[in-house]
């Protein structure tokens, strides 16, 4: 028996490899099927059972339910000649009982990479002959990634297939050698290999979220977000917390350190990995659909929603939208995601265990980085200040969280540069409180809740019924703002002037500790000061 590994590389460099978000789906749909159709037709094809249908109503779940049932994708030990443990985005481990058909297997995947997907770095490996009565299949599974590094290093990266000699003229957009000179869309000119490849499979990548999402109109391409009147444009990139450590450490969820391998417990391990992983994929689904169902149309006579969602699958989630409607989108994904896995009978199964209790004893969760920005700023850094935003936000883990950033000033999308012109009195005051909590009944302060910061946007919006204007003039809160930049005890000296008015109009929700815009708090042994007015009033500007 043999256990073969197929696994793409540099998915992020490949999928926002430019700055088209007609390629960024392509290539994202590409990622997809290297791990999912690609190999389960390969398996097909290889006398293996028919685990792929193209035509099905929904075809992810369709793989999911043909993966599930063991009369398809039988056992190993019963005859079957392969077994999928994994079919993922970008990832499949399955299982052979021939070294000649799992060599195959690799080649057949590898080769329609090459000839559908060029410049997508994709590796196969098989492993050492072994048996599940005697040996652990976590062992052999940690010995074909390490198997797949050290095939990765040898062998060179695809840039290579994209000679320059005889000279030729650039792509337009990867900046690869022109294959060929591409009318479509708004942008016509000459394209490498690499990019018509995923332009090709782009309205693809779109019409299988839209069967997913089979009672909501989304956008055909990505040029018609702004067309259906979004003024402001938001990345966002949210992910799994812990999941990395859960799946290096996957034994410890199924058995006791002093229960040896067998064959009945290498049976339980395969089940509950391939369920795990298809339960992933479930409740991302999910939640984004949940968080699909809030938004809204900007124009009622296009009637479709102001989303086209990048990449969607396993813990993972990338999204381009509307601005305005970005963060409630975000906090219901991840609120949506946190629940439907408590209630997944396949996650409490491997959550339970002691490894899971240990690294996730809040259960599943994840955090979200959100980038706001102008609809011509390219899209590729709006991309990394999202990927940055995550990383802030990953500080709270094992809470979900989110970190959100609008940015007014194109010349300045950096974010520990921002964050540092926020931060005043040689690193005392903090003029944010971000990244916040999303986890409904954490034990963490108040204060970084998002609950806490809603009540703030809502009082900072709050209007006054009879003379129709906010209950806190704009004039009067952008005079305390400029006040922050002053220092401390310059914004509370601002704060003092207009309490005693405006304390019973909202302004008391702005307020830290006492009578002041700050609170304190201690951050690795130091006493440190916050507000959260800056993120009220940016969030205000952003509460469709």
Request: net charge neutral; glycine share 6%; proline share 5%.
């Amino acid at each position: 028996m043999r256990l073969v590994l197929i696994e793409t590389s540099g998915n992020q460099a490949y999928i926002f490899a430019t700055n088209k978000l007609r390629e960024n789906v392509g290539a994202s749909e590409l990622t997809y099927r290297s791990g999912t159709q690609w190999v389960l037709e390969a398996i097909q094809q290889l006398g293996g059972p028919a685990l792929y249908n193209s035509s099905a109503p929904v075809p992810a779940q369709h793989i999911r339910d043909q993966l599930r049932n063991t009369n398809v994708n039988r056992p190993i030990q019963a005859g079957g000649k392969f077994e999928v443990i994994v079919a993922a985005s970008g990832k499949a481990l399955v299982l052979a009982d021939d070294d000649s058909q799992a060599r195959r297997l690799v080649s057949l995947v590898t080769r329609r990479a090459l000839k559908e997907a060029p410049g997508m770095e994709i590796w196969g490996v098989v492993s050492r002959e072994f048996d599940l009565a005697s040996v652990s299949i976590h062992d052999v599974i940690k010995e074909v990634h390490r198997e797949y590094e050290l095939v990765r290093s040898r062998l060179p990266g695809p840039q290579t297939r994209f000679q320059r000699l005889p000279i030729i003229m650039d792509c337009g957009t990867s900046g690869l050698p022109a294959a060929k000179w591409d009318n479509s869309g708004r942008d016509p000119g000459p394209r490498s290999a690499m990019s018509l490849a995923k332009i090709a499979v782009a309205q693809d990548a779109l019409q299988r979220i839209r069967r997913l999402a089979t009672d909501k109109n989304l956008p055909r391409s990505t040029e018609k977000l702004e067309d259906l009147g979004c003024e402001w444009f938001a990345v966002i990139h949210a992910d799994g917390n812990g999941l990395g450590q859960i799946f290096l450490n996957f034994d410890e969820c199924v058995r006791s350190p002093q229960q040896k391998p067998s064959s009945a417990w290498n049976r339980t391990y395969i089940e509950q990995l391939r369920d795990f992983s298809l339960a992933l994929d479930e409740c991302t689904e999910h939640a984004f659909l949940e968080a699909l169902a809030g938004l809204k149309p900007l124009k009622s006579k296009e009637g479709a929603l102001p989303i086209v969602p990048l990449v969607l699958g396993g813990d993972d989630l990338t999204v381009v939208c509307d601005g305005q409607q970005a963060l409630q989108f975000t906090v219901k994904f991840l609120q949506t995601f946190e629940e439907t896995a408590r209630g997944h009978a396949a996650i409490q199964r491997v959550l339970g265990s002691a490894l899971g209790r240990r690294v996730l004893p809040q259960g599943l969760t994840s955090c979200a980085g959100v980038a706001i920005i102008k609809p011509h700023f390219p899209f590729f850094a709006a991309y990394e200040l999202a990927e940055a935003l995550l990383k802030s936000a990953k500080k709270h883990k094992p809470l979900s969280a989110i970190d959100f950033h609008i940015l007014y000033d194109a010349s300045n999308p950096d974010l520990e540069r921002v964050r540092e012109e926020w931060t005043l009195d040689d690193g005392s005051t903090l003029l944010t409180a971000r990244p916040y909590v999303v986890t409904r009944n954490s034990q963490v302060d108040p204060r970084r809740h998002w609950s806490k910061l809603k009540e703030r946007i809502e009082a900072v919006r709050a209007r006054d019924p009879e003379e129709d204007r906010r209950r806190l003039p704009n004039s009067m809160l952008h005079e305390l703002r400029e006040g922050l930049f002053l220092g401390r005890q310059q914004a509370d000296f601002r704060l003092k002037l207009v309490l005693p008015r405006y304390r019973n109009q909202g302004l008391d929700k702005l307020l830290g500790d006492g009578n002041s815009l700050f609170w304190s708090e201690t951050d690795n042994a130091k006493a440190i000061h916050r507000t959260a007015l800056l993120d009220a009033l940016d969030a205000a500007e952003f509460w469709g």
